[in-house]
RNA sequence: GCGCCUAUAGCUCAAUAGGAUAGAGCGUCAGCCUCCGGAGCUGAAGAUAUAGGUUCAACUCCUAUUAGGCGCUCCA
């Protein structure tokens, strides 16, 4: 189905092949054929004889000529040679080539889409901040990269789901507590003695004490407050604990985490981010999966008690040391409660599990690596993806971001500010493991600096054609048969541009790089926007205006399905 | 100090899983509106951090050097 013309030739070969050596075992994967970017070589072309030259003692350019020798006729490919050290270029029909317009138009909505994926369950687990606070920029890139490898691998055919982990049960969720009691006894005037030095101090804090203090009034008050700023952060959190009684303290934590993970959902909402399921790490612990865990792995002898805490014998599994996995404390650390998560993800029969973390947690990545495939035994596949950070500027001055301080430019204010299809286009033009600076004014402007706004305009102006159309009464119909009219260099370098577009959407889900797809789309839009203004498209002649009015309907076809897949609008008009 | 990542045009980024002449945009310079949307188009100048190595072929892989980011908690 897709790129018949690319197989055919991938076909050709091989039998070529199989018959210039016997017994080869060669494998038909490893024949690979290039589209051409210069069209003085052809249209596609295979490197297979300097690939495989030296193997069967040949030389590049004599083996290249003996699979030439061996190739079958075949209708749609017209020419062939050898050039350069040992390529074998294919000049293909334009019969073949304008095939793409007619599969476009047949699959429409689903032209891309294919089945690599089929019957495969994937896990793609994405953003996961802790609900401390709300989302901040840094997390954009992460959400907006997630998003769409998800729609990606959808597209190419596998089952997704999208999960968000939250961290709503370990010691920084108490912290976050304690902020809301301090703010809440400010706003009740007895303040002055419960306040610590490293407690979150953003203003929705604030927001989240006045609700409590909103709906029930002095219930947590603490009277007879002592003055423990000098003590460490635990003795602190133990004290308010149970001066305050823990049930109550619960009370105050739950109420402070829903508040935050409203607030997040509200501005995933907002980027067009909608979750399968939200994973609560406290799940892990009312039901024994963490207890059940660690007797697991205390069962495979891979645990060890040092200075009264329990280990993880990592660095068996190539970590450069062990971890703890329960404290002195007897308190659980982030990284068991993670590791009963991901037990999880693999009881529930996914066949890949995608992590996407900031960049910052590469240090991390070996250690549940390790604990991951003890439990997968091969059945699941860990991809842990990195997410560079991005640099926030507006033009040339960078925006600092902190998040203690309460400065930090929230997503929410981001996306209010851009638009959520700038933001999220934004994101997906550098590759994700690169730094990269993001300029909101550069996001904002309505110019062709900005990516998103030159692919929309190319949408709108295809659109605003066929309005034209109809005002001057014309008519437009499909035909394939007239498709030939379109000779033209900048016509055959277009239908070129969509004929790749199904291999992009392999090989940017393969790649985990949803920037080829961007890119590809600014291609196209500059290709269209030349074209456009070289060529008229309502000409007189109804056969060739068919035709280009089919050319642009097509590309029409691709700027929608691929604008799904990065999940942006495509207007109509601007 | 150890580890991971990065280094491409003046700036922001590409380069189809090692392929042919390293591509865009901004900026600079020179052009294009009797014409379907000038929110656009055409052209010019300009680059692989340095030194080795592997290969028919290296921006891509390996080694060293230099410069930057991040991580080296019984933190999350």
């Not at 001055?397 to 933001?423: C, H, N, P, W, Y």
């Not at 008229?536 to 590309?555: G, T």
């Amino acid at each position: 189905m897709r790129n018949s013309v690319k197989n055919t030739i991938k076909d050709a070969i091989k039998k070529s092949l199989d018959k210039t050596i016997e017994n080869n075992n060669i494998s038909i994967d490893i024949i690979e054929i290039n589209i051409c970017k210069d069209k003085k070589f052809g249209d596609f072309s295979s490197n297979i004889a300097m690939k495989l030259a030296s193997k069967f003692n040949y030389k590049p350019k004599e083996f290249a000529k003996e699979i030439i020798k061996n190739i079958e006729k075949n209708e749609s490919i017209l020419k062939i040679e050898i050039a350069g050290p040992g390529f074998i270029n294919f000049f293909t029909s334009d019969i073949s080539k304008y095939s793409v317009i007619e599969n476009i138009f047949k699959e429409k909505e689903s032209f891309g889409k294919n089945n690599v994926g089929k019957d495969l369950k994937i896990l793609v687990e994405f953003v996961s901040a802790n609900p401390t606070g709300p989302l901040h920029v840094g997390h954009g890139r992460g959400a907006a990269f997630g998003d769409c490898i998800s729609n990606l691998l959808i597209e190419n055919g596998y089952e997704v789901s999208r999960e968000y982990y939250v961290n709503d049960a370990g010691k920084q969720i108490d912290i976050l507590t304690i902020s809301v009691l301090q703010r809440y006894h400010e706003l009740i005037n007895d303040s002055d003695k419960f306040s610590y030095d490293d407690l979150y101090k953003g203003e929705y804090i604030w927001d989240i004490a006045a609700e409590v203090h909103r709906n029930f009034k002095t219930k947590f008050q603490i009277k007879d407050l002592k003055d423990k700023k000098n003590d460490s952060i635990d003795e602190y959190i133990s004290y308010a604990k149970n001066i305050l009684t823990i049930s109550k303290f619960e009370e105050i934590k739950k109420i402070a985490v829903d508040f935050i993970l409203n607030d997040i959902k509200k501005t995933l909402n907002l980027a067009g981010i909608a979750y399968n399921s939200w994973f609560l790490e406290s799940s892990l612990l009312k039901n024994n999966s963490l207890k059940e865990i660690i007797e697991n792995l205390e069962k495979k002898n891979l645990t060890y008690t040092k200075d009264n805490a329990m280990w993880f014998k990592s660095s068996s599994f190539g970590d450069e040391k062990d971890r703890v996995l329960l404290k002195e404390n007897k308190d659980h650390t982030y990284l068991s409660t993670d590791i009963a998560y991901h037990r999880d993800k693999i009881k529930r029969g996914f066949h890949k599990v995608i992590n996407i973390w900031g960049a910052d947690h590469h240090g991390y990545v070996s250690r549940i690596n390790s604990a991951f495939n003890i439990f997968a035994k091969g059945k699941s596949e860990l991809v842990i993806l990195l997410v560079q950070f991005a640099n926030l500027y507006r033009g040339n001055e960078k925006v600092s971001m902190s998040t203690r301080s309460g400065e930090f430019v929230t997503l929410e204010q981001l996306i209010k500010e851009v638009g959520s299809d700038a933001t999220r286009f934004f994101y997906l033009t550098r590759k994700s493991d690169q730094h990269m600076d993001f300029d909101i004014e550069l996001a904002k402007s309505n110019n062709s600096n900005n990516p998103v706004y030159y692919v929309q305009y190319a949408h709108a102006r295809i659109c605003s054609i066929f309005r034209q159309l109809k005002e001057k009464k014309m008519n437009y119909e499909y035909e394939k048969e007239i498709l030939h009219l379109l000779d033209k260099e900048e016509e055959l370098k277009i239908i070129k541009k969509l004929s790749i577009y199904p291999e992009i959407i392999i090989n940017s889900s393969k790649k985990y790089d949803p920037h080829l797809l961007t890119n590809y789309m600014v291609e196209l839009a500059q290709e269209i926007h030349s074209y456009y203004n070289k060529f008229q498209i309502l000409v007189d002649d109804k056969n060739l205006r068919n035709a280009r009015l089919s050319l642009i309907k097509s590309a029409k076809y691709i700027f929608n399905n691929s604008s799904k897949i990065i999940g942006i609008e495509m207007p109509e008009k601007m």
